[in-house]
């Protein structure tokens, strides 16, 4: 839930009366406001008429499918945390769905307590963030206390990230960042050197005991993306083959750390 006194909102997304119907009622039991709808354009005006805090989205979708309803609520309305529900055993679909921006996904047939542990717990990380940026936060929190969720601004080299104003930069230039490729980057720059496995990733990063590994690997790959020169030969998130990943910071120039 949200930290505000009202209910956290979550926008259900799906075709299938009968999966709809289901996840709205264990949800509404939660404690959550549920809005529903079953095609991608009326999700874009649900979403239009009441800003959800969550959204519960099914993958394929007549008319606009998942992936391009993601895009579209991602930019009218910022960054709202997404759970994408795929396919079975559709590796595709979830590597896109996490590419395109999703912070989790559940597969189908998928137990409805579970989707809703899943939505709690998106929400805390998305809440335990705003707080910190308020400077509001107050105990501790689900997973390790990265930057963002401490408040404090953290800066290496090039890469800066301030989580007050929810701003991470590559010399000066603000990067497009997901809610995970924050709190992502946020870990790696507070733990600079030290290798660590998905598994843990998994745990402080994404709050979980268990789940997919893949949706770490993409995360990381991503965020690559966002920050390397040169993607396909990382300089500042290695690869620790049959470990994990390390951030090298970059090395401060001669010049600089006599200045400093």
Do not use: N
Not at 70 to 90: F, N
Not at 100 to 112: H, I, L, M, Q, R
Not at 164 to 183: I, K, N, S, Y
Not at 202 to 222: A, I, K
């Amino acid at each position: 839930m949200t930290s505000d006194a009202s209910p956290a909102r979550v926008l259900v997304v799906d075709d299938d009366p009968t999966v709809a119907e289901v996840v709205t009622g264990y949800l509404v039991r939660a404690g959550f406001t549920v809005d529903r709808a079953a095609d991608g354009h009326a999700a874009l005006a649900c979403a239009a008429a009441a800003r959800p805090d969550l959204v519960v989205l099914d993958l394929m979708l007549p008319g606009l499918d998942g992936l391009e309803v993601c895009r579209r609520i991602r930019a009218d309305q910022g960054q709202i945390p997404v759970v994408m529900l795929t396919a079975r055993g559709d590796e595709d679909d979830r590597i896109l769905g996490l590419e395109v921006g999703a912070d989790d996904y559940v597969t189908k047939p998928f137990s409805p307590r579970e989707l809703v542990l899943r939505v709690e717990s998106v929400l805390r990380r998305a809440g335990t963030r705003r707080e910190a940026a308020s400077g509001t936060a107050t105990g501790p929190g689900t997973g390790a206390e990265t930057g963002a969720e401490t408040g404090m601004a953290l800066r290496s080299g090039p890469l800066t990230l301030d989580p007050a104003a929810h701003r991470a930069t590559r010399d000066g230039v603000e990067l497009a960042l997901t809610m995970r490729e924050f709190e992502l980057m946020a870990f790696f720059l507070q733990h600079p050197g030290r290798v660590v496995g998905r598994e843990e990733l998994m745990h402080r990063v994404w709050g979980w005991e268990f789940g997919d590994l893949s949706t770490v690997t993409v995360h990381v790959r991503r965020l690559r993306e966002k920050i390397e020169d040169d993607p396909a030969r990382p300089r500042l998130i290695s690869t620790v083959w049959g470990v994990g990943y390390r951030f090298d910071p970059p090395a401060v120039p001669a010049t600089e750390a006599v200045d400093a």
